[in-house]
């Protein structure tokens, strides 16, 4: 008989168990999704060097995050670090009369609880679930342990801290000097470039909430991407149908948060273009 070949070395990942009153056969496609997720869909976990990733992966949860979830609260202390695969996340400031305004997006590639690298047990932002989907998640004792040992983990995140820090600064100037019109298109860019298709499930209001601004003013900006075949709306679903209409008549916002992210970011795959073949 042929000798047997050794396994291959795969690190176990924790599943956080979901909650549920008995099996139903109605829950069996989300199961299907939940079983379709690897670690690798994150790209900076992707991009780890199998040695680093032997080290962190044991220590991997899955979770799922449902929409509008808060994963950190301001002045609370962090005691995890995501690493979303599908979902996408915002950090946001409160104002004293609570009116939220985005600041950054992280999705697929990066991670959320930077403040940790950076010298800070808490945060004074909040950060909340954009698009619902799921994440790895690591105690910080153990990404803290990862991070001092000064090698390729330490790398990628001050990469990825630099690549955050103009997303910031540059969405503060959007938000100051730009139309809405041009506000969302930058934010419908961010969004998709964090999701393996075209589509987004987000309400008007929603998005006015995060930009900071009527919902009315999202309406109407939606009404003429949709008018030059841009995007699609119907009942809460936003669908890119020209991705490249879209960055034409967005501000130059974001192909300065676009071009730093692919010079910083190595490792995350390039967009592809979507066109409307109506209006090409």
């Given amino acids: 008989m042929p000798s047997r070949q050794p396994a291959q070395f795969r690190p176990q990942l924790q599943i956080r168990p979901q909650l549920q009153l008995a099996p139903q056969p109605q ?5 299907r999704t939940q079983s379709r997720q690897q670690p690798q869909q994150n790209h900076l976990l992707a991009a ?3 040695e680093v990733q032997c080290r962190m992966f044991p220590d991997l949860e899955l979770v799922q995050l449902p929409l509008r979830e808060i994963l950190f609260e301001s002045g609370r202390r962090i005691s995890h670090v995501y690493f979303p695969t599908d979902s996408v996340i915002l950090t946001q400031y409160m104002t004293l009369e609570g009116s939220p305004t985005a600041v950054q997006m992280v999705g697929c590639e990066g991670l959320l609880g930077l403040s940790l690298f950076l010298g800070a047990e808490s945060t004074p932002s ?3 679930v954009q698009i619902a989907g799921f994440a790895y998640r690591i105690p910080r004792r153990k990404v803290e342990e990862e991070f001092s040992r000064h090698g390729q983990f330490l790398d990628l995140v001050l990469r990825y801290a630099q690549s955050l820090m103009t997303q910031a600064s540059q969405t503060a100037a959007c938000n100051r000097r730009h139309s809405i019109d041009q506000q969302l ?3 419908l860019l961010h969004s998709i470039d964090r999701q393996p298709h075209n589509q987004l499930a987000m ?4 998005i006015g909430n ?3 601004v009527r919902r009315e003013g999202v309406s109407q900006a939606a009404l003429k991407l949709q008018a030059q075949g841009v995007i699609s709306y119907t009942r809460g679903m936003i669908t890119v149908l020209d991705r490249r209409a879209l960055e034409s008549l967005s501000c130059e916002c974001y192909g300065v948060v676009k071009k730093e992210t692919d010079r910083l970011l190595h490792y995350v ?3 592809r273009p979507t066109t409307n073949p109506h209006y090409s």
């Fill in 27 to 31: 829950l069996q496609p989300q199961h």
């Fill in 48 to 50: 780890l060097s199998p």
């Fill in 126 to 128: 909040e950060s909340l």
């Fill in 185 to 187: 298109c930058r934010w």
């Fill in 203 to 206: 309400t008007q209001e929603f």
């Fill in 210 to 212: 995060m930009l900071g």
């Fill in 269 to 271: 795959p390039q967009c």
